[in-house]
C-alpha cells in the first residue's frame, strides 16, 4: 500500500453523525467527593435529569417534539426510582441520570406523554439533539452498571452508590468498585484501493461491516488490531493507525477505531464468527455507500465508526 497516509486520514474532528460522540457537558469531577455540594445541585431550580428504565432511555414528549430532559417534578414512577448517577454541568444546569425499576417498563411505556427508545434507535433516529445523545450514552452505561453491580463482587454483600454515582462501596469488607469501560477495536483493514468487509450472521440482511473484536488484558491497541485481523479472517497486518473513537453504551465500550495495512491477503474467515468475508474494491464500497449495489449490499448507518472508516477510505465526510 502506498497511501496510507491519505490527506483524509488527518486528525479530523468526528462527524456529527457519528453517535454518542459528541457530549458537551463538564464532567465536574471534583463535586463528586462533595455529598452536600452535589445534594444542593440535585434540588436546586434548575437541574435537570435524564431518566432511564433498564436498557431504554426515556423521553418526553412536548407537543411536536421530543425532550430528552426532566425536570425534577416531572420525572415518571418517581415510587420506582433507584439509582441517581451526578453526569455534570450543561450551560449551568446540573445535569443526572434518574434510573427507573424495569419491572415498571410495560407500564411506562403506556404513557402518552413518553417515549422509550433504545439507545441505538435513538442514535439512529437523532430524537434528540447530538449533545445530549452523549450525556445518554453516559447515562445509560452509568444507571446499567448500578443496576446489575448491587454486591460486592469481593464478598457478595449489598453495595451503596458513592461518589455521585461513580462508585459502588462495600460496607462489610470496604472494597470499591468501579465503572468499566470495555475497549474495542474496530478496523478498516486496506491494500491501496481494496478494503475488507465481512458480516455476522446476525447482521441485517446484505449488511456489511468491518472486523472488530475486544481489547484482551495485556494487549496494545495495534497488537488487538492485528490479532483480531489473524483471527477472524486469517491476515497479518502491518502498520495500524489508530484514526477515530466513539463511545458506544452497548452496554458500555469505546470504539477505538483504525485502519490497518494488510501484509498478507488470502482471507481465511472464522467461520464461527463471520458468515463472509472478502475484498471490496473502492468502487464497490462507494455503491454500497450510496445505495446502489447491484445485489443490495449495504454498509452500517452514519451512526457508527464502521461508517465513518469506510466514508475515509473513499474520501468523503458526508
Known amino acids: 500500500m502506498t497511501d496510507f497516509d491519505w490527506p483524509s486520514l488527518q486528525e479530523l474532528a468526528p462527524p456529527r453523525t457519528l453517535g454518542f460522540a459528541h457530549a458537551t457537558l463538564d464532567r465536574a469531577a471534583h463535586l463528586r467527593s462533595r455529598p452536600e455540594e452535589l445534594a444542593a445541585l440535585e434540588a436546586s431550580a434548575n437541574a ?7 436498557d431504554q432511555v426515556v423521553l418526553a414528549k412536548r407537543g411536536e417534539a421530543i425532550d430528552a430532559l426532566f425536570d425534577a417534578g416531572e420525572m415518571p414512577a418517581p415510587d420506582f426510582h433507584r439509582e441517581r448517577v451526578f453526569l455534570g454541568i450543561e450551560n449551568g444546569s446540573p445535569r443526572f441520570a434518574q434510573f427507573v425499576d424495569p419491572a415498571i417498563e410495560e ?38 452498571w448500578h443496576w446489575k453491580h448491587r454486591f460486592c463482587a469481593n464478598c457478595g454483600s449489598p453495595t451503596a452508590t458513592a461518589q455521585g454515582g ?9 472494597a470499591q468498585h468501579f465503572p468499566r469501560t470495555d475497549p ?24 456489511y461491516s468491518t472486523l472488530a473484536g475486544f481489547v484482551e488484558p495485556g494487549e496494545t491497541i495495534e497488537a488487538a488490531v492485528r490479532r483480531e485481523c489473524k483471527e477472524e479472517a486469517g491476515l497479518e497486518i502491518g502498520r495500524v493507525r489508530i484514526v477515530a473513537n466513539q463511545p458506544w453504551p452497548l452496554p458500555m ?32 464500497v462507494v455503491s454500497m455507500l450510496e445505495k446502489r449495489h447491484p445485489a443490495g449490499l449495504l454498509v452500517p448507518p452514519h451512526l457508527a465508526i464502521a461508517n465513518h472508516l469506510i466514508r475515509l477510505f473513499v474520501g468523503r465526510r458526508d
Open 107 to 144: 407500564t411506562l411505556k403506556t404513557e402518552a406523554s413518553l417515549v422509550l427508545m433504545g439507545v441505538r434507535q435513538a442514535a439512529f433516529e437523532r430524537p434528540v439533539s447530538a449533545a445530549d445523545l452523549g450525556a445518554i450514552a453516559a447515562g445509560k452505561a452509568l444507571t446499567l
Open 253 to 284: 465500550s469505546v470504539m477505538i477505531g483504525a485502519v490497518a495495512e494488510a501484509t498478507s491477503f488470502t482471507i481465511v474467515k472464522d467461520e464461527e464468527e463471520l458468515e463472509e468475508c472478502r475484498w471490496f474494491s473502492r468502487d464497490e
Open 48 to 54: 435537570k435529569f435524564y431518566v432511564f428504565c433498564g
Open 166 to 174: 461513580w462508585r459502588r462501596d462495600c460496607a462489610h469488607c470496604g
Open 184 to 207: 474495542v477495536v474496530i478496523m478498516l483493514v486496506v491494500d491501496g484501493e481494496r478494503c475488507v468487509l465481512g458480516r455476522q450472521a446476525r447482521f441485517v440482511p446484505n449488511s
